[in-house]
């Protein structure tokens, strides 16, 4: 019996040690009366270090927010690759806020990216949508998706610092905010339509904030808020480069999205109670 148990609780034991942010959720957890959000964080695809984001995401927020994640790591560089999880029936049940952090434009399936957003929508849940995650899905014809994260974007300009500006400085999303904010580096999506024919910010959309670069003349919006079908979506197109994630102001920035995205943000911007740092 005790050679039958040795590997089994070794295997138990690497389990635990590889799990993301597990010391971390279990002190989350144990923090204070109030449940911690439950969030789930979707990843993977080309062009991007997707293994070490999901960390930097995971441990920067964890950090900042009462929250507790899973996650769904599917690394393939072909750009056709569809998420599994994405067809199962009732996915998202049981989550305050999806985070997707994926890179798969070449998806053309629209019954696929339907049912995808289906799962957003049926169950309300809070959505944040970082970076590639506007290029995922592109190839596809239907606007389920683009209703959802709140821009169709289709393209991006040279990688380069960018400049963000604030469009309203009283939104809780991005009060705290450093105006003018450059960041280390970076990859602007092109979000309207002077830069691309079909590019736009939706109309149920409300801009937030615009980045520049020095060698575009348009300045394109690259943090925004939207509502759809009773979610609620923060999305941002800054982050390509680990350096740009790793920012305490980009990580305040995502927490307080992610807190907004399931109504935990007051208008001040500071979480609500329990829901803070080490459950403040």
């Known amino acids: 019996m005790r050679k039958l148990l040795a590997p089994i609780l070794c295997v138990l034991s690497l389990v635990l040690l590889l799990s993301p942010s597990v010391q971390a959720q279990k002190k989350k957890a144990d923090g204070g009366g109030t449940k911690p959000i439950r969030a789930l964080l979707i990843t993977g695809g080309c062009c991007h270090d997707y293994d070490m984001q999901k960390r930097i995401i995971m441990d920067g927020v964890s950090e900042r927010v009462n929250v507790v994640w899973d996650l769904v790591y599917e690394q393939f560089e072909s750009r056709e690759h569809q998420i599994a999880i994405y067809k199962k029936k009732d996915w998202a049940k049981g989550y305050d806020v999806i ?123 690259c943090i925004w808020v939207n509502e759809y079908k009773g979610c609620k979506t923060f999305g941002t197109t800054i982050g390509h480069h680990n350096e740009t994630m790793m920012e305490p102001v980009y990580l305040d920035l995502l927490a307080r999205g992610l807190l907004w995205s399931c109504g935990k943000l007051q208008e001040d911007g500071t979480a609500v109670k329990g829901y803070g740092k080490k459950g403040k």
């Open 99 to 221: 985070v997707h952090n994926e890179c798969y434009g070449g998806v053309a399936d629209d019954d696929f990216v339907n049912a995808m957003v289906k799962g957003h929508t049926d169950h309300g849940v809070g959505v944040v949508v970082l970076h590639c995650s506007m290029h995922s899905y592109r190839a596809a014809k239907t606007d389920e998706y683009r209703k959802l994260i709140g821009v169709s974007s289709f393209n991006h300009g040279k990688k380069s610092p960018i400049t963000l500006t604030k469009l309203n400085k009283t939104h809780p999303v991005i009060k705290a905010l450093p105006d003018d904010w450059v960041t280390p580096q970076g990859e602007l999506y092109n979000t309207n339509s002077k830069a691309h024919a079909d590019a736009k910010v939706w109309a149920s959309a409300t801009a937030l904030v615009e980045g520049k670069i020095p060698s575009t003349e348009a300045a394109q919006t």
